[in-house]
């Protein structure tokens, strides 16, 4: 096949070599000012710069939680707490013998990952309110233990921080340690942030159903990210308690997790930049503002509530000025069917997908009766009728987000497990949504690349650390996606950001990340809805050309055309129940399809 | 020592569930959970004791003018905080809005009157009998309020609106009623409750701003326990909240009933996330 040895391009234009030195400039200006600080020999800008680093490190890690995962965790100020004082009180000796400053610190570490962990538990089952709740319980907790339990925290009085020893001794070797710490906290978080556990945790924050229908298992993602951010809060905390040098509850206002939390959202979401610069002016601007240090809480209070209210995107958002190029205006899908068989191996047929005997009602109402479906591989299954019948609760039924009262799904005889809606992708069950579920913030690209979530092999650590598994991991998924792209005719848009895209262009899209998970059966839901008459017609061929490859397609539709011109099947629905099934033709002529839905 | 408890454990748990009446207040009509109703609560304590200590105002002129103040920054809340986000298509941004307001405000406070804990005056001019007024009259204000709030539900046209719009708004606007003002009026109301609480607790907890934190929490775990919405969940839940508090507090110290109150919180919400006393929604496809 000629048309399917077609070169397709594999970076889009704008990641190329110039983007990428633009992309450089920032950091490195960053880091050239920040290790030639010390020349200036000022010891009072040293001490801003060592908080500036502490507070970045704390900063990284809640960016991920944050800026990424989306989640409102406002009291992050407590991890800050323990870390400090399990550092300050481990090395004064007072409790026991005293530890060595460095292994004091890695406990801080540790006692941060564990608390994050545990903060983080409820994110996973509460609504944003509740969480943000708890974390300001917690934050409350923690201050009120640090002030009674005085045998070991000294109560009010506080304890003594410890002196970090050769070679990072106080003053600028301590300044250089803090700055080492914080570039390898840029470094780790950036790594994650590139990689598809951070693509991952943005598409939780923004379309968390079309993750978990990509094989997103989001409880295992979030608590990894919360072990890890709270591991970094906790060294953080410890070198806070050598650079105050005595800590005290006071110390750990809530004023502080205000600053951390502004700081993430003044950057910008999703982005490693523009929470750093964030950073940084909220440690520094205080110090040039001397008569306002006391409004400085009232400042940062008011500059969030604007930030909200205005522009929610944050610094990043006004630096992203590529993304406020217009893009040309009548832009055309073109799909390339063609190119499918570089995606979808070419099945031997024989599979099945099956629901037998589901029942499914919301309180008093029925919205599936006793339905027995059967998608074979291969063929395109139509599922019509009116609205209200339990087509899309089929759909939902199938991809495992809702538990039936009765019933079973089966694939390929094997009983597929309700209420795992991660687990689909896995068995090469993929899905498209009615309204289209974008990722937002992210390019186009990333939106397609989530869909090869299952195909990663990397781990979290090897990616945090950018060991080689986690390159090849990018170049495939990477290579893939653009294919994909390339076959629904989006290849051109790939660098976008996929909120500026047409209705039409995020149905096909859609589609391009349901096939990154390489699925023996497809289930779309309205593909055709808000399509123009030609593209109706290029997605019709698509689907055939899909089913074709030996994947089963189950194609919940409005659109009778489309449905009698590539459906093998078609099952129609009346109340929750099948009112008929059969070939097209049979369905055509069926009577009381025809009264009932169809008209004369 | 039972006394204690029990009168002490009793009148904090009233300020608590007045908290909590607050929260559902707000959320009944615009399903917005407010990070303002402990904000609401500091500001009861310590505009009481700036009206009455500070400017030597009669006790009732000052409690007016401190319910008045309350019905002001609830309005402000609606307008600036909770009505631009609910344009918008990112709603669940009101936790940060509210939550920036709330801090202002409290800044505000910190700054303008001092961050020391400040006496409150003795409201009424009695003799401590039997009864000690700073646990009777927050036990009173708790009382009153739900009787009013029965009364304003069940028995006003305006208490049905509200109930219409808690119901369904999107039905509630089919029929005309105005969404908006609606909205506006109970957070006016809600900015009464808040302070009411705030105003009566005072005595015992003083006019501090750093209560804004406390109330904040202490006054959502028991709405968050009884299921959002629900009075008699609050105030139960507020009750049993500020009873266990003090008798931890006296049996095994203070340390433990904090991290008592927040492991129990944790471990109902994950296991019932909508409420002990809630009903399951969930229809998210």
Redesign the interface.
């Known amino acids: 096949m000629d048309a399917a040895a077609a070169p397709i391009a594999t970076r889009p234009a704008q990641t190329g070599r110039v983007a990428r030195i633009e992309a450089a400039v920032p950091w490195v200006v960053l880091a050239a000012a920040a290790v030639a600080l010390p020349l200036f020999d000022d010891s009072y800008a040293g001490v801003i710069a060592q908080r500036a680093c502490i507070y970045w490190i704390l900063c990284a890690g809640l960016n991920l939680v944050v800026g990424y995962a989306g989640q ?1 965790a ?1 009291g992050w100020v407590a991890l800050l707490t323990l870390g400090a004082y399990t550092t300050a009180v481990l090395t004064a000796g007072t409790v026991m013998e005293p530890w060595h400053p460095y292994i004091a610190l890695v406990a801080s570490g540790v006692m941060g990952a564990a608390f994050g962990f545990i903060i983080g ?2 994110a996973l ?6 969480f ?3 974390t ?3 934050s ?2 923690v201050t ?2 640090a002030l ?2 005085k045998s070991v925290t000294g109560g009010g009085i506080g304890t003594p921080g410890p002196v970090f020893p050769w070679p990072f001794e106080p003053g600028w070797g301590f300044y250089y340690f803090c700055l080492l710490l914080a570039a390898l906290a840029t470094w780790m978080t950036a790594n994650i942030a590139s990689s598809r556990f951070g693509r991952g945790l943005v598409a939780i924050r923004d379309a968390e ?1 079309a993750a978990e229908a990509s094989g997103v298992a989001k409880g295992r993602l979030l608590m990894t990210v919360f072990l890890f951010s709270g591991a970094l809060a906790g060294v953080a905390g410890g070198l806070f308690s050598s650079l105050q040098s005595y800590i005290t509850p006071d110390a750990f206002t ?1 004023d502080l997790s ?1 600053l951390f939390f502004i700081a993430i ?1 003044i950057g910008g979401r999703g982005s490693i930049l523009g929470p750093l610069l964030g950073t940084i002016i909220l440690t520094v601007l205080p110090e040039f503002a001397a008569p306002l240090v ?2 400085s ?2 400042l ?3 500059l ?2 604007v930030i ?2 205005a522009i ?1 995107g944050g610094i990043a958002d006004l630096l992203d000025y590529k993304n406020r190029r217009p893009l040309e205006q009548h832009r055309e899908i073109v799909t390339r069917p063609e190119l499918l068989s570089r995606i979808l191996k070419r099945q031997d047929g024989g599979g099945a997908l099956e629901l037998r005997g589901i029942e499914l009602h ?1 309180g008093g109402v029925r919205a599936i009766d006793g339905l027995d479906l059967e998608v074979r591989s291969g063929e395109v299954h139509g599922l019509i009728g009116p609205n209200g019948s339990g087509k ?1 609760t089929a759909l ?1 039924v199938i ?1 495992g ?2 538990r039936p009262q009765a019933g079973q799904a089966r694939l390929d005889g094997e009983t597929l497990p309700f209420l795992e809606p991660h687990t689909r992708a896995g068995q090469r069950i993929a899905r498209t ?1 009615q309204t289209p579920r974008l990722i937002g913030g992210a390019s186009v690209l990333e939106n397609v690349m989530i869909g090869g979530t299952v195909e990663g092999r990397c781990s979290f650590t090897e990616a945090m650390l950018s060991l080689p598994r986690h390159h090849r991991d990018e170049a495939h998924l990477h290579e893939a996606a653009m294919t994909a792209l390339a076959t629904v005719g989006l290849e051109g848009l790939a660098a976008v950001r996929a909120d500026r895209l047409q209705h039409s262009e995020l149905r096909f899209m859609e589609i391009a990340r349901a096939l990154m998970v390489r699925p023996a059966f497809l289930l779309l839901d309205e593909p055709a809805a808000g399509l123009s008459a030609e593209e109706i017609r290029r997605l019709g061929a698509l689907i055939k050309a899909i089913s074709r490859s030996g994947t089963g397609v189950l194609l919940v539709e409005h659109h009778a055309d489309l449905i009698f011109d590539i459906c093998d099947r078609v099952t129609v629905l009346n109340l929750g129940k099948v009112l008929a099934a059969g070939t097209p033709a049979e369905i055509r002529a069926h009577r009381e399809v025809v009264s009932a839905y169809l008209g004369a | 020592m039972l006394e204690s408890i029990l009168s002490y454990g009793l009148a904090i748990g009233a300020v608590y569930a007045l908290i909590g009446i607050t929260y559902n207040v707000m959320f009944t009509a615009s399903r917005v ?1 407010s990070f303002t109703a402990g904000m609401l609560g500091m500001v009861g304590g310590v505009l009481g004791a700036w009206f009455i200590t500070r400017l030597g105002l009669p006790v009732i002129v000052g409690f007016v003018l401190v319910l008045a103040c309350g019905a002001l920054i609830g309005v402000v809340t609606e307008i ?2 909770v009505r ?2 609910l344009k918008g298509i ?1 709603q ?2 009101y ?3 509210t ?3 709330a ?2 405000v409290q ?2 406070v910190a ?1 303008e009157w001092g961050t020391e804990a400040q006496p409150f005056p003795r409201l009424l001019p009695i003799e401590d009998g039997w009864v000690d007024q700073q646990f009777v009259l927050p036990i009173l204000a708790c009382i009153l309020t739900v009787v009013g709030l029965e009364v304003l539900y069940r028995h006003t046209l305006i208490g049905r609106a509200f109930r219409a719009i808690a119901e369904d708004s999107y039905a509630a606007r089919a029929l005309g009623l105005p969404e908006q003002r609606l909205r506006t009026a109970s957070f006016a109301l809600a900015g009464m409750i808040g302070t009411l609480a705030g105003f009566t607790g005072a005595m015992m907890l003083l006019a501090y701003f750093g209560n804004q ?2 109330l ?2 202490y006054g ?2 028991p709405v ?1 326990l009884g299921g959002m919405g629900s009075h008699r969940g609050a105030v139960v839940g507020g009750l049993a909240l500020g009873l266990f508090q003090q008798a931890a507090n006296f049996l095994v ?3 433990f009933a ?2 008592a109150v ?1 492991v129990v ?2 471990i109902v ?2 296991l019932r ?1 909508e409420g002990l006393a809630g009903a399951a929604t969930a ?3």
Request: charged residues 5%.
């Open positions: 409102i406002i538990l409820p089952r509460l609504r944003t309110f509740y943000a709740m708890t300001l319980g917690f409350t907790i009120q233990v009674a339990w159903v809530f205000v959202l006391a409004w809480t009232f940062y209070a008011a969030l509530l909200v209210l929610p919301f899309t939902n991809s987000y809702y949504f | 959970f600036v905080t631009p986000v990112e669940h941004l936790v940060l809005s939550l920036a307001f801090l202002m800044q505000f700054i934190a406390i904040s929490f959502f775990v968050a110290g203070g340390i904090a991290v927040f919180f944790i919400l994950l996330p229809r998210r496809v």
